[in-house]
């Protein structure tokens, strides 16, 4: 299981987003409440791996920027505020 995570910041300043991704699949810790650690660690990923979670991340974020700009008329002053 390889996990990657957007997190957006939202402020009246503007926004903005990080990306946090893995570099191993599984996770050496065991902790019993998560599904990634009870899996244990299978082995680092390679770095087309590493990339390809900040391709699918790219694609996400590029389509939700799509859909706002629809919402907004092609609006792009508009995209940034809400």
Do not use: P
């Amino acid at each position: 299981l390889v996990e990657s995570v957007l997190m957006r910041y939202i402020s009246h300043g503007g926004s903005r987003v990080s990306l946090c991704v893995s570099s191993q699949c599984g996770c050496a810790m065991g902790c019993t409440f998560c599904a990634t650690g009870t899996m244990g660690l299978s082995g680092n990923l390679t770095s087309g791996e590493i990339l390809e979670q900040m391709v699918h991340a790219d694609r996400i974020l590029a389509r939700e920027w799509k859909e706002r700009l629809k919402e907004n008329d092609g609006d792009v002053s508009q995209t940034t505020t809400t």
